[in-house]
């Protein structure tokens, strides 16, 4: 599951949620602290693991 990194104007406070890209898409993220629908995305690390033969 992708986890997206906002900032929630409300609270002042970064947050990260750990979500479905369905969900993700819906606009259905909301802050942990107070519930609030207004979160900013920001922008975060992407970590890609592969398997690689030689």
Known sequence: MPTYE???P???QAVTLQMPMSQHDR???ACPQC????LRPQVGTFFAK?????
């Open 50 to 54: 592969t398997s690689r033969k030689s």
């Open 27 to 29: 606009g259905e993220a």
């Open 10 to 12: 409300t609270c002042n």
């Open 35 to 38: 519930g609030g629908h207004e």
């Open 6 to 8: 906002y900032f929630c």
